[in-house]
């Protein structure tokens, strides 16, 4: 039945984490749980918004949309009751790189949510109707996000970021777009990329692995041709950019950064540790002087996030127009502190043991456990166990620090997006 499998024993944490790969090229990745009574599932295919082009752009969000929407046994009625009705939950999501199908279950119905993922993702026949319908469902998803300024922000921000490049289109696409997709385009692009060799079936929970991999032999088939990936792009070179717009709201949102590390990248427990103290939280430098000290902002905080072979940083606050300028100068401000000024051991090692914190408690959840577990094999086709991270975590050296602060806080490589109200003057 397999071709490979390696099983790795039981972690500091009580959990065992094993790996099977079926001769289609599925590859399944669990971790037994044994001290609950639910199991989380999760089927990871390695497409997103970055193997669409600007006329297509929006078909993998739509397509994920529509694979609940019938299938060759089930109704749509039917895909809605099928966990629900025995207390579980069913969803799903699409990023730049990834779309996800998951399910939520008592461990008793683990062979049920298999057999309902697999049926989605391998046999939605997509009616007409139900396209035409749906159209209007994203369109008022879409204006949903334009009418909220502190998420629109980051489609502009990654627009400009990522200008030319496919990273640059948003993930939920354009109403023309989505308007214009008909059934022939849902069924080829389903062909071309729900490929076995780039799905990975993650679990988490009261689960036992050989179990899981039967099940998934029984319901996942293999799949004919071969999959479809889009040419290689090249990221632009940046420089600094600064871009307005204007809506009818009572705030400003502004967004500010750059381009940063690949999920790959030696840096990036260096680059989450300096994020974590200049942006995340309550102890942060910018919560505590932007807000705390001088009371311009509800909402302020940095962020970063990688991606396979590149990733983005930045800080997002919201504020009254008459203080766009004086926030972004402290802003700019924390940045240059942190290029110029080591930070002291006490603030470091606070930060480590929060970011250490904040990972052991995202693993008290199944659900974020088979998070882990899918996009670790989909980026890295392995399993970091827990204290191998938390080892990284406080291997971090300052000096690491003021690389990375080096590197990314270069204000000639920003861009920054402002939305704010139509009858404000301009910063």
Avoid at 14 to 41: M, Q
Avoid at 335 to 341: A, G, R
């Amino acid at each position: 039945m397999t071709n490979k499998n390696r099983i790795v024993p039981l972690t500091s944490a009580g959990t065992a984490y094993h790996k099977t790969t079926l001769p289609n090229g599925i590859r399944i990745v669990t971790e037994s749980i044994p001290y609950v009574k639910s199991a989380s599932f999760g089927v990871w295919l390695g497409v997103g918004s970055r193997d669409e082009s600007p006329e297509n752009n929006g078909i993998s969000h739509f397509l994920e949309h529509m694979t609940f929407k019938g299938t060759r046994k089930r109704s749509v009625q039917q895909i809605a009751r099928s966990l629900e009705s025995v207390g579980g939950y069913l969803n799903a999501f699409t990023t730049k790189e990834h779309t996800c199908y998951y399910a939520r279950v008592l461990d008793e119905h683990t062979e049920l949510a298999i057999d309902v993922l697999a049926d989605l993702v391998q046999h939605s026949t997509f009616p007409v109707k139900e396209i035409e319908k749906e159209k209007q469902v994203v369109i008022e998803e879409i204006k949903s996000l334009e009418d909220d300024p502190d998420d629109l922000i980051h489609d502009f921000f990654e627009e400009d970021v990522f200008s030319g490049h496919p990273l640059g289109l948003p993930v939920i696409g354009t109403v023309e777009n989505v308007a214009s997709f008909t059934r022939d385009q849902l069924q080829q692009f389903t062909s071309s990329h729900y490929r076995p060799e780039s799905t990975v079936i993650a679990g988490a929970g009261n689960i036992q692995h050989d179990q899981v991999v039967e099940f998934v032999s029984k319901y996942f088939q293999p799949a004919a041709g071969k999959r479809q990936t889009m040419p290689a792009a090249k990221f632009p070179k940046r420089t600094r950019n600064i871009i307005h717009y204007d809506r009818p709201i009572q705030q400003a949102h502004i967004c500010t950064g750059t381009l940063a590390f690949s999920v790959h990248s030696k840096k990036r427990f260096a680059a989450l540790a300096l994020n974590t103290l200049l942006g995340d939280g309550m102890s942060s430098r910018l919560f505590q002087n932007v807000r705390e000290k001088y009371g311009f902002a509800y909402s302020v905080y940095s962020f970063l996030n990688f991606l396979s072979d590149t990733g983005t940083f930045g800080v997002y606050i919201a504020t009254d127009n008459k203080h766009i300028d004086r926030s972004l100068h402290l802003i700019f401000a924390e940045l240059e502190k942190l290029k110029k000024t080591s930070v002291k051991s006490g603030e470091l090692q606070r930060t480590k043991a929060q970011l250490k914190g904040n990972t052991m408690l995202g693993l008290e959840s199944t659900s974020n456990r088979m998070m882990r577990l899918g996009t670790g094999e989909l980026y890295f086709e392995s399993f970091i166990e827990l204290d191998e991270l938390l080892a990284k975590v406080d291997a971090i050296k300052m000096e690491e620090l003021e690389e990375v602060a080096d590197i990314l806080f270069d204000e000639n490589k920003f861009s920054t997006i402002v939305i704010k109200g139509e009858n404000a003057g301009r910063a």
